[in-house]
């Protein structure tokens, strides 16, 4: 186990203008599970590959357990990857395939012999060791790649996107699995994937990337809740929260088919304003059972999901398209005019020219000295 310092670090490939990961900044608890997020392109494999001593930083510094790695080759750093291919030998025994690292390091046959037992018990493939990878199937080759892994007993593990090859059942069985062996194992561990959901549902920390730059790092319920901007507010959360530009006037917010009351805290955040940009997640907007004059979004219904528990449905509110979560006893079809609403509590507040956050939920007025 260790603790990883990121100071400063950035990557820029030769000719290109600009970097692929920029003033990157990060340290992380003793066992900490560490989730970096973001779309294609953002950074996040680089950063990894950073760490793991496969790509050569450009600026700042890497540290392991308070060694400076800078220059240091990836198999002196005691760190093991899980990468999205199994890259499983296939002439090899499941057996074979974790032991294979311990080999070339010239560990005594008992001492390999127990480790890779050990793993094994732990990952629950016993009964696989003397099978070769291709009679398993997607899911027991994962944990065959974890297991080879484990056996290192490295102090970080560095897992890139370990999960995209399976199917939809399999990830959240695998997820699951994961977040239990990180439990057990308590090795500090870096995790990169595109979805965010996986992010939330196994992230101790989450730092969400976009263009190379670091958004924001954050636990998945201040993300969630008092996200820094409208990328990470509209990047977490499924489905994505709907954003509406309005005008200000009197503790108001309004648009075209829309206005919405204000709160206190509300009203002092945007002082001084003309406009706003309103953020609302679909499963704050609600089909009221009584008229609310107050705080009303109307508009024409032109997709309804039901999906059993709830239903959610997207309205047409002036020009934006709102995605809206209803209870499954509310009955709208196709075309119908409806009106939504939110409570004011519930409102998420961005400046339109910067985009940065001015309120989230729960706590209030956000504080960007925290982010």
Avoid: W
């Amino acid at each position: 186990m260790a603790v990883v310092e990121l100071k400063n670090v950035g990557k820029q490939y030769p000719g290109a203008d600009e970097l692929a990961v920029e003033d990157f900044n990060l340290v992380t608890e003793d066992g900490e599970f560490v989730v970096l997020v973001g779309p294609s392109g953002c950074g996040k494999t680089t950063t990894m590959r950073m760490i793991a001593g496969l790509e050569e930083h450009t600026q700042g510094a890497i540290k392991i357990g308070g060694r400076d790695v800078t220059g240091v080759a990836p198999k002196d750093r005691d760190i093991a990857m899980v990468f999205q291919s199994y890259a499983l030998y296939p002439h090899m025994s499941v057996r074979d395939n974790m032991a294979f690292s311990l080999k070339l390091k010239k560990y005594g046959k008992a001492d390999i012999k127990k480790r890779v037992e050990d793993a094994a018990e732990v990952l629950g493939i016993t009964n696989l060791l003397d099978r070769k990878p291709r009679a398993l199937s997607g899911g027991q080759r994962q944990r065959v790649a974890l297991g080879r892994a484990i056996v290192r007993q490295p102090q970080v593990f560095l897992m890139d996107e370990p999960l995209s090859n399976l199917d939809a059942k399999l990830r959240v069985d695998m997820r699951a699995e994961i977040v239990k062996l990180h439990r057990k194992l308590g090795v500090t561990t870096f995790y990169v994937t595109h979805d965010q959901t996986e992010a939330m549902t196994m992230g101790q920390r989450i730092a969400v990337m976009k263009d190379g730059i670091v958004q924001q790092i954050d636990t998945p319920n201040n993300l969630y809740q008092q996200p820094s901007n409208t990328f990470v507010a509209g990047f977490i959360g499924t489905p994505a929260m709907n954003f509406l530009d309005a005008n200000l006037s009197d503790g108001r917010a309004s648009g075209q088919d829309f206005g919405i009351t204000l709160d206190e805290t509300r009203r002092q955040a945007v002082d001084g304003l003309g406009r706003v940009r309103i953020g609302i997640r679909p499963e704050h907007l609600h089909l009221p059972e009584a008229k609310t004059p107050e705080s009303r979004l109307t508009g024409t219904v032109e997709v309804v999901e039901p999906l059993g528990s709830h239903t959610m449905i997207q309205v047409k509110v002036g020009e934006s398209t709102l995605t809206a979560q209803i209870e499954p006893h509310q009955r709208v079809a196709m075309g119908d005019t409806v009106s939504l609403t939110c409570a004011a509590d519930r409102l998420y507040l961005f400046d339109v020219e910067t985009d940065n956050a001015l309120v989230g939920i729960d706590n209030g007025q956000y504080d960007e000295q925290a982010a």
